[in-house]
């Protein structure tokens, strides 16, 4: 443990005084920090002038990153018929109807996003309890309720961010490996926040974007000049 603490704190030491820069140098700086004996993940995290307890402030979408998230998505899909057998062939991980409802409802969710074509919806809905916590819930809003299954499940393997605001105004989310390229975690990061830009809501009032901040799984975090992180 002692190591570990050592380590991490030679890792915030690096970051000490560093705040509001580019997205190019908190790139650079945390992949210098990262550490872990894994492919850390970068994270970003977004503190937006919203309140989403008012349903004309609620912030959600999606991003397909031009780089990928470097993540092996595991996908579900409800449907039936030549649907189902389109989502196979699509390379969904999970394809089924009432079969996949009893699964879920006995606590196995094994699957990191769930697609479901329209008709399936009342069977899904009743699974609202479990999948809605786990933001895993298929919503038309952001693509996971379709006709389009070969679609949804592409865009799903292919490095498609769902994004939604929590209770405290904060979006969170993967964007890339520390193995990226430079380049290629700056780009990811200016996609994401561009969309979280492009989805603000009508009763956002005042500042929307007040702060982001960027991270590794394991280290710690430095915040963006906003004008870096808009800039396109």
Do not use: W
Not at 137 to 157: H, L, Q
């Amino acid at each position: 443990m002692a190591k570990v603490a050592k380590r991490t704190a030679v890792a915030r030491q690096a970051f000490v005084g560093k705040d509001l820069i580019s997205v190019e140098d908190a790139v650079a700086l945390i992949k210098s920090a990262a550490s872990a004996k894994f492919d850390e993940t970068l994270e970003i995290a977004m503190n937006l002038g919203v309140d989403p307890r008012h349903a004309d402030q609620m912030v959600r979408g999606v991003v397909t990153l031009p780089n990928g998230t470097g993540k092996t998505v595991r996908v579900a899909v409800f449907a039936r018929g030549a649907k189902a057998d389109e989502a196979k062939a699509a390379g969904a991980d999970i394809v089924g109807a009432e079969d996949l409802m009893e699964t879920i409802q006995q606590g196995k969710i094994e699957f990191d996003r769930c697609i479901a074509t329209p008709d399936m919806m009342p069977l899904v809905g009743r699974l609202g309890k479990i999948l809605g916590p786990r933001n895993l819930m298929p919503n038309p809003k952001v693509g996971t309720v379709t006709m389009d299954v070969k679609g949804a499940v592409d865009a799903a393997k292919g490095g498609e961010v769902q994004f939604k605001v929590e209770k405290a105004g904060v979006i969170h989310a993967g964007i890339g490996k520390i193995s990226f390229a430079d380049d290629a975690l700056a780009q990811n990061v200016r996609a994401f926040v561009d969309a979280v830009s492009r989805a603000k809501p009508a009763g956002a009032k005042g500042a929307y974007l007040k702060k982001v901040s960027l991270s590794s799984t394991m280290g710690p975090g430095v915040s963006l000049d906003l004008s870096s992180a808009t800039a396109n």
